[in-house]
């Protein structure tokens, strides 16, 4: 996490610390935009479509803005369906673990092309074979980080020049 003071100097800063303080925040609010759009836009990339597409369009991504910090985060929607699977989806499923009852049936009459009558008997093998072998993880978070994450460290490091080129008369401190 990236913690920015800033000092201002000359009796112009004084009197104008508000004005700072706001371009400061709003700087920053660009920032934090521009760097979650390029790594949602990585998450995106990484996860499954599947046959439903409920995961892909249960992300969404926020940008918070508080008195003391700007916050930007991408999850999967917590009411969405989509939301008790994508943990499955990211790290993979462990063997020795059954899939939920009915949880595949969906997937086995879209991708498959089967009844519902023959995707309820043959839902239990599928089941099985999955808890016996597990299914591998996808990791579309962490692959969207990693894969923006040069991107995103470049647009940070183009805050501190914002700053200066906005605000005149400010010597900043970054700080790990």
């Known amino acids: 996490m990236y913690k920015i003071e800033i000092e201002t100097t000359g009796s112009w800063a004084e009197a104008n610390r508000k004005e700072i303080e706001a371009t400061t925040k709003r700087a920053m609010l660009k920032v934090m935009n521009n760097a979650i759009n390029l790594t949602f ?8 479509i599947g046959v439903t597409r409920m995961l892909r369009n249960a992300l969404w991504r926020d940008v918070k803005e508080t008195k003391n910090y700007v916050l930007g985060q991408i999850e999967v929607g917590k009411t969405n369906a989509a939301y ?12 020795k673990k059954w899939p939920p009852k009915g949880s595949l049936l969906a ?5 498959l092309g089967m009844s519902m009558k023959t995707a309820l008997r043959r839902e239990f093998l599928l089941r099985r074979a999955i808890a016996k072998h597990g299914t591998k993880s996808v990791l579309m978070f962490t692959l969207g980080y990693y894969s923006s994450r040069d991107q995103v460290m470049r647009t940070f490091n183009q805050l501190g020049r914002i700053i200066e080129e906005t605000v005149p008369n400010v010597r ?5």
């Open 107 to 111: 997937w086995m009459i879209l991708k």
């Open 172 to 176: 900043k401190h970054y700080k790990k």
């Open 84 to 95: 008790k699977y994508a943990k499955a989806v990211e790290y993979g499923r462990v063997s």
């Open 41 to 48: 836009d990585n998450v995106v990339k990484n996860t499954p």
